[in-house]
């Protein structure tokens, strides 16, 4: 059993990681600023409220790693917009580089020596093969993507120089939710947007049908949460092994290809609802991208759970269950290209996780402020 640090921990994919590592036998504690997160999806563990990018940071990090010790850290804490790094591309790099530094200064300084990194799949930019491998050329071409791309350099090199222990995570999309409440709350991918247009009475639209695939629609990839939760334990364990039997430190995650006709026509079934979609003319996008995961299959043991109909279900579940879910579009303190839904598994006995867990949507309780956590806030719920 470790204790594990979890930066962004009340995020989408955070807080699903933050539960399956509970259940795994492991102890957690959280740091998260909130600006996007939910106290609510992580009730019952220690949470302490601070910005990892911020001037004080390394200390208040120090501190949270001496008091509950720590012996891993799974990073999440990062912006993700696309967009949004193009307009603010220095901002980007204060807040995902700076606050990555940050958490390994901190690490150093007490002896940490295990990390979990959720970088991201657009660190391959537009490469010039279909299915990216983790040997494939990284060529990113946005400051979000550069980002995680640095990330996974300043690990590197933090590994040659004091023995940091890493992996690195790679993956596109992300959808799904173990249980609705804990699904994601921003209408950000393709499924919760087809679902909002049909909210409020507008036709979904496709963007493009005759690309060079089977449908005519572009592919992607897509990975449900739980099954991306399962893949961070796996790599935490993968942390255990000498150094001799760890060959590698980044990995794909992934399912292969999903086209977005696909995606639409899993919609109709899910929820039953009539709708035809519009055809529109495509701006210029990449036909297909996913990812090959063999290096995780085959060294972890990780395999995938769930398919698009899971994916899409869940989806449905969650978003019936969460009227407040939201199209704003923001930089989220969780990482990746991902998209996300939620998910009310009707059988949790495919990924071992028992069907009557739920989260509380009851607020944090604030104890007396620890003199310690001078420049942060400290909630144990």
């Given amino acids: 059993m470790a204790t594990v640090l979890v930066t962004g921990g009340c995020g989408y994919i955070g807080g699903h990681v933050v539960h399956v590592l509970k259940e795994a036998g492991d102890k957690v504690v959280i740091v998260d600023d909130l600006s996007y997160g939910k106290a609510s999806r992580t009730q ?23 008091l509950y010790k ?12 696309v967009g949004e790094s193009m307009a603010r591309p220095l901002w980007y790099y204060r807040q995902n580089v700076g606050g990555l530094v940050n958490v390994l200064d901190a690490m150093e300084a007490v002896g940490v020596q295990k990390m979990i ?6 660190v391959y930019g537009m490469p010039p093969v279909e299915i990216v491998r983790e040997d494939t050329p990284k060529d990113p071409i946005n400051p979000y993507g550069r980002t995680k791309l640095i990330g996974e350099w300043m690990l590197e090199d933090c590994g040659r120089a004091w023995g940091l222990k890493w992996v690195a995570l790679r993956y596109f999309n992300v959808a799904g939710a173990g249980w609705p409440d804990l ?3 921003a209408v950000l991918n393709l499924i919760l947007m087809v679902f909002n247009n049909l909210k409020k009475g507008k036709a979904p639209a496709i963007f493009g049908d005759d690309y060079p695939t089977p449908d005519g629609t572009c592919v992607r990839d897509y990975v449900h949460v739980s099954d991306l ?13 000498s150094d ?15 086209s977005v006709r696909q995606i639409v026509d899993e919609v109709k079934k899910v929820t039953g609802l009539p ?10 996008a990449i036909r297909r991208s996913s990812s090959a995961s063999e290096r995780i299959n085959e060294v972890m043991g990780w395999h995938a759970k769930y398919d698009v109909e899971d994916i899409v279900e869940s989806a449905w579940k969650a978003w019936q269950a969460n009227p407040s879910t939201t ?10 290209d991902r998209s996300a839904s939620g998910r009310g598994l009707p059988d949790r006995s495919r990924s071992g996780v028992p069907a009557d867990r739920s989260c509380s949507g009851r607020a944090p309780v604030r104890p007396r402020r620890r003199g310690r956590f001078t420049a942060s806030r400290l909630f144990l719920s």
């Fill in 44 to 66: 019952g563990f220690p949470l302490v409220v601070q910005d990892v990018a911020a001037p004080e940071a390394p200390k208040v990090l120090e501190q949270v790693m001496r």
């Fill in 70 to 81: 720590v012996d891993a850290v799974i990073h999440f804490a990062a912006r993700k917009q």
């Fill in 117 to 122: 990194f959720s970088s991201s799949a657009a």
């Fill in 183 to 185: 699904g994601d709350s």
């Fill in 229 to 241: 939760a399962d893949a961070h334990v796996a790599a935490l364990r993968y942390l255990d092994l």
């Fill in 244 to 258: 001799a039997d760890r060959l590698y430190s980044a990995f794909n995650v992934g399912t292969g290809s999903t």
């Fill in 275 to 284: 709708f035809t979609e519009k055809i529109e003319k495509a701006a210029p």
């Fill in 327 to 336: 199209s704003r579009r923001y930089g989220s303190r969780s990482t990746g």
